[in-house]
């Protein structure tokens, strides 16, 4: 009869342990799954119209956890007029204080011009989509740029140091 108490108490011991350890587990799990990574932010800002033959600055504010990045590996602004995606121009970005980066441009023609502010940093890689439509120009759902249909360009980085996230 003692060997069966001490036997079951044995069995219950080691079921306890296991339960406990799960809950230890699934604690770990929690804390881990409410921790948010960082992400690289790119904020690019140009207006929605100007004027046929106005030059502005292409502008991108870079940010990684909500902190300025001052050393980006790459700021490029690629403009194409809408429907010309093969025809793109690209403008490398200048550095020019609290993660700022800009490049100017001119907007030779009354259309609906496209862009990318491609954006690498802290081995990430990003690339916001904007819409400047110069003069009285109309944009075209049918030509519309989809950002997820961007085969046109090659990126030069390494599949482990590439990752994308378009907005």
């Known amino acids: 009869m003692k060997k069966k108490i001490f036997f079951i108490l044995i069995v219950l011991m080691a079921a306890l342990a296991a339960c406990s350890n799960n809950e230890a587990d699934t604690a770990e799990e929690d804390d881990t799954d409410s921790m948010e990574l960082p992400v690289?932010?790119?904020?690019?800002?140009?207006?929605?119209h100007v004027e046929v033959g106005e030059t502005i600055d292409l502008t991108a504010h870079v940010t990684f956890d909500d902190e300025p990045v001052e050393d980006a590996r790459e700021v490029l602004f690629e403009v194409w007029t809408q429907g010309h995606a093969d025809d793109s121009v690209e403008i490398e970005g200048v550095h020019q204080e609290d993660?700022?980066?800009?490049?100017?441009?001119?907007f030779e023609e009354e259309?609906?011009?496209?862009?990318?502010?491609?954006t690498t940093a802290r081995e990430l890689h990003v690339m916001p989509l904007k819409t400047v439509i110069a003069g009285d120009a109309e944009p075209?759902?049918?030509?519309?740029?989809?950002?997820?249909?961007?085969?046109?360009?090659?990126?030069?980085?390494?599949?482990?140091?590439h990752n994308q996230e378009e907005e």
Do not use: C, I, N, Q
């Open 40 to 48: 690289l932010e790119v904020d690019f800002d140009v207006p929605g």
């Open 99 to 106: 993660g700022t980066y800009t490049a100017s441009f001119t």
């Open 111 to 118: 259309a609906v011009y496209e862009m990318y502010a491609h």
């Open 140 to 161: 075209s759902e049918e030509e519309a740029h989809d950002e997820m249909d961007h085969e046109h360009h090659e990126h030069g980085h390494d599949a482990d140091e």
